[in-house]
């Protein structure tokens, strides 16, 4: 249901619209009320569940029908407007629209019908609505007679009023005070007028009227400075101000949108207006610093995301163009400070007016917050690599992060209202704890912090219900695994990159406590997420019950044990390439052979064919090692070792798989059935 004058959707029963301030006939209030206690039990209904389906389906019938009647209503009220002659008879009064409401309270009987039309004479009575092209038709022209036609006259009389000005100076017949004079003349004349018409409810009429006062003020006052040179630059400075002032108070009074962009345009359009060319960028910023906190009050109070979005967008492209243009060195801390000023303001406002209220949030700011998060890292790192070492951007992302979570702390006493800015607060956090550990960190240091970052954001996805949660750690920790990989291993533990031999190139206790700390967490962290999800899988909503994350289990299950499987390769080899030589390969051949043993015994227990088949496999390899290859590198005793260790973990599986035979056919057959 929308407003017929500004489209905006109506989310409550109001005598009149809170951004165009169009009024609603008091004739339609008892239905406006009943259409909205409809809505909210249906609301009700859908978070019940599946056991009040058909209750869903019958009221959402009903409010659907409902709503129709009550828009034609709303729509052929704004057309006929004050001045209507015949009188309309409102079907239901508030005593039957009280009494409906309470029959859908919460805890009633569910709706087992759908309720019947209205007869004939219980309809509203009134002219029949016009054919629907025709209607269309009418719109169309009255939308242009009502809007454009007004906005193409006031900027005609705006033109006109520059005209007459210029003429008027050609001429010599009016001074240039007399010019300036008649300008603000003009101007108030207008927003007279303007305010007039609003309060006799030509609302659209009036507050475009009213602007085109605004925008004459703001021009008397350049051309009283720029032009004629008849005041100073802070006195005319001062007087647009004051217009910012009053438009943007006017905005918040009428409750109108259209007025607070005006305001703001104006307002960062002062300084430009007023620049005499001189680089006074303190005085600049403070007065951008007080514009964009007024964004932010009216923020809190309304809901207007094109004034955040205007605001933001034209604060950065000043503070991009000084900083082409002006920026030095010697500016830094001036810069730095009002630039994150900016970015405080702009990660607040997108969300502002949810944080004093539990209503069902818009999630467009978050454009906004990435925005600005990309925009400010990138001036801040300029700033900062010309001047100081790097790790000062430490300071940046961890300030980030902590505004963030300051953030996320005051949305959490909001309840579940606010669950989705929650988490982006979160993950915005998130964020830039991971951006700052390399900052701080090097080499190993990295992949540790990272890992348990992954293991964090899987924990906060199972509490908070979120499955981005759960992509977030999982693609970081994708991202520790190929650092871990192809890096960590041969550049910071210093192991060989030839397959053949597996050593380190340092002694083996290099960095050992390090190196096993970081395996340990790199192993651990997908056994560990793996067990999240299977704990979360059968909870019915569950952030990791999608079908998207069906298959992740099973996935992070074969990346433990290849990593599990690599690791304990790499160590055996390592450690008996410095301690035994010559035991080496048979010692690979024994792991080798334990390991599929292992996974052999949990393939059983777990009725896993998949793991029996991969424990299969490695058996196939080490039995082809030891034939081909341990036969003729290694010395006898190890050779022995290698073969009698072989053939006893061979014997062994077998004897698994002949007392297990029978067990897995019966579970089989039972699953068929």
Known sequence: MFCPTCKQELTEAVSKCRTCGFEFANELQPRLRFYFILKDELNNLVSSGKQLNLRIQSLSATLAEYGKEIQAEIDRLAREGEKEEEEIEVTISVEEAKERA????????????????????????????????????????????????????????????????????????????????????????????????????????????????????????????????????GFSFSIMVLITVLTCATAMAYETQALAILGLVGGFLTPILMSTGQDNYVALFTYMAILNIGILVISFRKRWPILQGLGFMVTYLIYTLWHVERYRPEKFWAAILFLNGFYIIYSLAPFAYYFLRKEAQQLLGVYI???????????????????????????????????????????SKRGEGARNILVVMLLKSTLFLILTIPLLFSQHWITIFWTLLSALLIMGGKKLGQKNFVFCAVGLYVVVLIKFLFYDLSFVFKYTTDPITLHMMQPYGYLIFERWVTMALVVAAPYFMRRMMVNEMEQAGSAFSF???????????????????????????????????????????????MFSIVLMILGFRKNNDRMRKIALGLLFLTTFKVFLFDIRNISTPYRILSFIVLGLILILISYLYNQAKGRLLTIEEEKRV
């Open 369 to 411: 917050l990435i925005l600005n998060s990309a925009v400010a890292l990138a001036f801040n790192y300029a700033m900062i690599k010309g001047k100081h070492p790097l790790e000062w951007m430490s300071v940046i992302t961890v300030s980030y992060a902590i505004i963030y979570l300051l953030f996320a702390h005051r949305l």
């Open 547 to 593: 079908p998207s994350m069906r298959e992740l289990p099973s996935a992070l299950s074969g990346i433990f044990g290849t990593l599990l499987f690599i690791i304990l390769s790499l160590e055996t080899s390592a450690f008996f390439y410095e301690t035994l030589p010559q035991a080496r390969f048979a010692s690979i051949s024994v792991i080798w052979a």
């Open 102 to 233: 309470e029959l859908l309270t919460p805890g009633s009987s569910p709706i087992q019908e759908r309720p019947e039309p209205a007869k004939e004479s219980e309809k509203i009575r009134g002219t029949v609505p016009p054919e629907k092209s025709y209607r269309d038709t009418i719109d169309s022209e009255f939308r242009f007679g009502q809007k454009w036609l007004l906005i193409i006259g006031i900027v005609a009389v705006i033109f006109g009023v520059a005209f007459f000005l210029k003429y008027s100076f050609d001429r010599g017949w009016i001074g240039p005070a007399g010019r300036v004079s008649l300008a603000y003349l003009w101007g108030l004349l207008f927003l007279m007028t303007g305010h007039f018409l609003r309060k006799k409810y030509l609302t659209w009429f009036g507050l475009s009227i009213y602007g085109g006062g605004i925008v004459i003020l703001y021009f008397a006052t350049y051309a009283a400075f720029q032009i004629y040179n008849l005041l100073p630059q």
